[in-house]
């Protein structure tokens, strides 16, 4: 299995969602609770990931194992990925997608970070 990326809200702004796990559903990774939202998920998303774990500072590698995302890291990330999709810095047409999703769910993650001053948004990735 490759490299799978996942990003979740906890927030009471929102209507709970159930999660479609790693493969479009085959198995629930982080089933969602009462007031937590999948917002986004990559698949083998190399260039994301290596870039994710350094803003975000993971060193380690990690399983399974939630990162909390501060505001000001969710503009980071979003201007980042905007910045590669401006300037076309991606090898081929797959990475420009993954920079995409990258950007549209980060923006969900940013528009519920403002409207739920409690809303908590974590990454996941898991092989």
Same mark, same amino acid.
């Given at each position: 299995?490759?490299l799978?990326?996942? /990003?979740?809200?906890?927030?009471?702004?929102? &209507?709970?969602?159930?999660?479609?796990g790693?493969?479009?559903?085959?198995?629930?990774?982080?089933?969602?609770?009462k $007031?937590?939202i999948?917002? $986004?998920y990559?698949?083998?998303?190399?260039?994301?990931? @290596?870039? /994710?774990?350094?803003?975000?500072?993971?060193?380690?590698?990690?399983?399974? &194992?939630?990162?909390?995302?501060?505001?000001?890291?969710?503009?980071e990330?979003?201007?980042?990925?905007?910045?590669?999709?401006?300037?076309?810095?991606?090898?081929?047409?797959?990475?420009?997608?993954?920079?995409q @999703?990258?950007?549209?769910?980060?923006?969900?993650?940013?528009?519920?970070?403002?409207?739920?001053?409690?809303?908590e948004?974590?990454?996941? &990735?898991?092989?």
């Amino acid at each position: 299995m490759g490299l799978d990326q996942y /990003l979740r809200a906890r927030t009471n702004t929102i &209507e709970q969602k159930p999660s479609r796990g790693a493969c479009g559903g085959l198995f629930p990774i982080a089933p969602a609770d009462k $007031g937590t939202i999948e917002i $986004g998920y990559w698949r083998k998303a190399y260039a994301v990931s @290596d870039y /994710l774990r350094q803003v975000l500072e993971i060193y380690d590698d990690f399983n399974l &194992e939630d990162k909390e995302i501060s505001y000001n890291k969710v503009l980071e990330i979003i201007d980042y990925a905007s910045e590669m999709l401006e300037r076309k810095s991606f090898r081929n047409e797959y990475e420009m997608s993954d920079w995409q @999703d990258t950007v549209e769910a980060f923006t969900k993650a940013k528009q519920i970070l403002e409207n739920d001053p409690d809303a908590e948004i974590y990454y996941l &990735e898991w092989y």
